[in-house]
């Protein structure tokens, strides 16, 4: 199991953009199926971003379509999420995990895949 660590998040301006990294303490990484969620205060957690180990199958929930993009950085054993054009309705912490299902069947960024502990996130602000 990873040990994951999200940072990245902070205050940016409507349009601007963002880069959030997650990165795993030791090896392994490059073996792991791994998602972007996000949750604001009150609501579930949802899925952003999937991409699974051999970065040949990503998804991206619809809302980010276009404007969001998640890749792998093996030498760094990092999974990044580089987010334009942001919009307050991005804000959010945001957080990475592994995932079991590795982004592919029935709702692959549903949460119910993830397993291991959920970090503290990085918090995200898209503010004017």
């Known amino acids: 199991q990873l040990h994951l660590v999200e940072s990245g998040g902070g205050l940016v301006q409507p349009g601007g953009s963002l880069k959030l990294a997650c990165v795993a303490g030791?090896?392994?990484?490059?073996?792991?199926?791994i998602a972007w969620f996000r949750q604001v205060p009150g609501k579930e957690r949802e899925g952003v971003a999937c991409?699974?180990?051999?970065?040949?199958?990503?998804v991206y929930e619809d809302s980010v379509k276009g404007r969001f993009t998640i890749s792998r950085d093996n030498a760094k054993n990092a999974v990044n999420l580089q987010m334009n054009r942001l919009t307050p309705k991005d804000s959010a912490v945001y957080f990475c995990?592994?995932?079991?299902?590795?982004?592919?069947?029935?709702?692959?960024?549903?949460?119910?895949?993830?397993?291991?502990?959920w970090g503290q996130g990085t918090q995200v602000t898209v503010s004017s």
């Open positions: 991409i699974n180990r051999w970065s040949d199958i990503i």
């Open positions: 030791g090896s392994g990484m490059d073996r792991a199926h």
């Open positions: 995990m592994m995932v079991t299902n590795g982004c592919s069947g029935s709702s692959p960024l549903d949460k119910k895949w993830t397993f291991g502990p």
